[in-house]
C-alpha cells in the first residue's frame, strides 16, 4: 500500500539548533516526493521537490530509496521556519494522486 | 491574478443539509483535487479528477459527490450522508504527471 509517514507531531528546537524532520515512504515504484510547508495563517505551499535537488530556505532533503527516506534537514533553525510541514508522495503509476503524511508541527524557540 | 479560488471560507451547515464548496483554478491545470485536513490527521484525499468530466473516488469518498464540467472548476458536495462533516477542506491542482500541486487557501465547514 502506498503510504506516508511522519512519526513526530511536533517537534520543538532551539533557534540556531540543526532540525531534522523525519519521512518515511511506502511505494512499489518510483516516487516523487515533496515537502510541503503550512504557515500560520496562509495556504500550503510546496517548500521542495526531489526531483529538483534544490535548497530553499536553507532547508534540503535527499531521497534514500535503500531506506525509503526523505527527511528535511536544516543546519540552524530560525524562528521564522515555525510552521506545520508536510511530507507528500505523488504516484507516477498512472493515477498522478498525491498522498500526504500526518505532518509534523516545527516550534522553533528563541 | 492567477491561482486557485475556494468559497466560502466559513461555512455554517445544520445537520441533514447537503452544502457546496466551490474551487475554481486559473491555472489552466488539467487535475483536480480535495482534501479534507483534520487535527492529527493530515491532508486525505475525498475526490480527485484528472480530466474534465472524469473523476475518482479518494480514501475518504463517503458522504461526499463532485463534478467536473469543466476544466477550471471542481465543486464538491458535502451531503447530509457525511457522519462528521465538520472539518477544514481543500481543494488543490496540478498539471498532470507528478507535478508540482498548488492549495488554495481552505473552506471551514461547521455543521450546527
Known amino acids: 500500500a502506498q503510504r506516508v509517514t511522519q512519526p513526530e507531531k511536533l517537534l520543538s528546537v532551539f533557534k540556531g539548533a540543526p532540525v531534522e524532520l523525519k519521512c518515511n515512504y511506502s511505494?512499489?515504484?518510483?516516487?516523487?516526493l515533496f515537502w510541503y510547508v503550512q504557515y500560520s495563517r496562509q495556504r500550503l505551499q510546496l517548500l521542495l521537490r526531489?526531483?529538483s535537488r534544490e535548497s530553499i530556505k536553507g532547508f534540503t532533503a535527499d531521497l534514500n530509496k535503500g531506506e525509503t527516506s526523505f527527511h528535511l534537514k536544516k543546519p540552524f533553525a530560525q524562528e521564522e521556519d515555525s510552521a506545520m510541514y508536510y511530507c507528500?508522495?505523488?504516484?507516477?503509476?498512472?493515477?498522478?494522486?498525491?498522498?500526504f503524511g500526518t505532518g509534523t508541527r516545527l516550534k522553533v524557540l528563541a | 491574478d492567477g491561482g486557485i479560488t475556494q468559497s466560502p471560507k466559513y461555512l455554517f451547515r445544520k445537520e441533514g443539509q447537503n452544502v457546496t464548496l466551490s474551487c475554481e483554478q486559473n491555472?489552466?491545470?488539467?487535475?483536480m483535487y480535495w482534501y479534507r485536513q483534520d487535527p492529527g490527521q493530515g491532508l486525505r484525499l475525498i475526490y480527485y479528477?484528472?480530466?474534465?468530466?472524469?473523476?475518482q473516488k479518494g480514501d475518504i469518498a463517503e458522504g461526499y459527490s463532485v463534478s467536473r464540467e469543466k476544466k477550471e472548476s471542481f465543486p464538491l458536495t458535502v451531503t447530509s450522508a457525511q457522519k462528521n462533516p465538520t472539518a477544514f477542506y481543500l481543494c488543490?491542482?496540478?498539471?498532470?504527471?507528478?507535478?508540482?500541486?498548488?492549495f488554495g487557501e481552505g473552506s471551514w465547514l461547521t455543521v450546527v
Open positions: 479528477s484528472q480530466i474534465v468530466n472524469d473523476f
Open positions: 488543490a491542482s496540478s498539471h498532470r504527471g507528478g507535478n508540482t500541486i498548488y
Open positions: 507528500a508522495l505523488s504516484d507516477t503509476s498512472g493515477t498522478y494522486k498525491y498522498i
Open positions: 511505494y512499489s515504484g518510483s516516487p516523487e
Open positions: 526531489h526531483i
Open positions: 491555472l489552466n491545470h488539467d487535475a
